[in-house]
Nanobody, 113 residues
Framework: QVQLVESGGGLVQPGGSLTLSCAVT????????LSWYRQSPGKERELVAD????????NYADSVRGRFTISRDNRKNMLFLSMNKLKPEDTAVYFC??????WGQGTQVTVSS
């Protein structure tokens, strides 16, 4: 059974930082490209960043490029999203995604003063 479990969300002030983690079990982690998505109320789920199976190729949405960093640890089956200079518009539920259609339950990130 494939499971993706996100953690690390919370409330942070504008300009602050958070690092999200996603623990993946039940699939051969090292062969899969991985992604972070987010969804705000009333909006469609959007791709934030993705990373290839080796960790060498990374892509970012224009809205987060230069502020967010996606990374992975293939020995520990973990995916990360380091978020800096957070803005109120980054407020959303963040989901990790792997394989054909495997999703985590999401972790809430709220950026507010």
């Amino acid at each position: 059974q494939v499971q993706l479990v996100e953690s690390g969300g919370g409330l942070v002030q504008p300009g602050g930082s958070l690092t999200l983690s996603c623990a993946v079990t039940g699939l051969i982690f090292s062969i899969h490209d991985l992604s972070w998505y987010r969804q705000s109320p009333g909006k469609e789920r959007e791709l934030v960043a993705d990373i290839d199976n080796s960790g060498r190729m990374r892509n970012y949405a224009d809205s987060v490029r230069g502020r967010f960093t996606i990374s992975r640890d293939n020995r520990k089956n973990m995916l990360f999203l380091s978020m800096n200079k957070l803005k109120p518009e980054d407020t959303a539920v963040y989901f990790c995604h792997a394989g054909v259609n495997y999703w985590g339950q999401g972790t809430q990130v709220t950026v507010s003063s």
